[in-house]
């Protein structure tokens, strides 16, 4: 099994996000990875459905969108419209998580939870024949390239065990600090899916870690 790789386009340069989505899909990229910022849940605000669309007839890509919204709920049909594979919403953002994921699921969309790093993996207990992906967050979400919070590697690991011991077919992904460093210990932990933002678009090179996270992923797994 390898890990799949979802770049943030939030990183990238937000006047040709059309050219980002292209070089991501030539180096390698399974999914894109989507910042949906509202100015409340987290304090800045990025973009909406309208950008997803926008974009959706450019890539074969998995569309990932990870909504740091207040109130969910009320975002999910443009969302589904918009072109979104995935729509992921913060456990700590809607009093009824169960109720948004089986809404999601009814408009024909992938749907993923996501827990901030305080927040416990017991917050999907009851959640799981509504889950295709986990999103632990690995900083604390509203802005890219902030460093890695060691403390929610064990947290993972419980996730994963979690999702082996009762055979799901859930992604668990990780996002925030994500790099050379830290990608083989979130591998190790059991992270299918690695969000990389600042290290792909803003650092040397970052381009062909798309490729470098994949092969951390794969003849690590196969032993
Ligand atoms: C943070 C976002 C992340 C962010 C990751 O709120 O959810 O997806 O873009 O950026 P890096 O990889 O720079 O930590
Ligand atoms: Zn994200």
């Known amino acids: 099994m390898t890990v799949k790789v979802a770049p943030s386009l939030l990183s990238a340069d937000f006047g040709s996000l059309r050219e980002a989505v292209k070089r991501v899909e030539e180096n390698g990229a399974d999914w894109v990875h989507l910042d949906v910022m509202d100015g409340h849940f987290v304090p800045v605000i990025t973009f909406g459905p309208a950008v ?12 990932d969108a990870h909504l740091m919204v207040d109130n969910p709920e009320d975002h999910l049909e443009t969302f589904a419209r918009s072109g979104s594979d995935l729509i992921t919403v913060h456990a700590e953002a809607t ?4 109720r948004v994921l089986r809404k999601i699921k009814a408009l024909g969309v992938r749907a993923g939870a996501a827990l901030n790093p305080a927040t416990p993996p017991e917050a999907l207990d009851y959640a799981w024949p509504l889950l295709d992906l986990v999103l632990v967050m690995s900083v604390n979400p509203g802005a890219g390239g902030q460093a890695f919070i060691p403390e929610v590697l064990p947290k993972i690991a419980a996730l994963a065990g979690r999702i082996r011991s ?10 925030g600090g994500i790099n050379a460093d830290t990608a083989p210990r979130v591998i190790e932990a059991g992270a299918t899916v690695l969000v990389a933002g600042s290290a792909v678009f803003k650092t040397d ?19």
């Open 52 to 63: 997803v669309r926008s974009l959706r007839p450019h890539t074969s890509l998995v569309l």
């Open 95 to 98: 009093r009824h998580l169960d």
């Open 166 to 175: 009762r055979g799901l077919p859930v992604e668990l992904q990780v996002d």
């Open 205 to 223: 090179g970052g381009m062909g870690l798309i490729r470098a996270f994949k092969l951390m992923g794969g003849p690590r797994r196969a032993v």
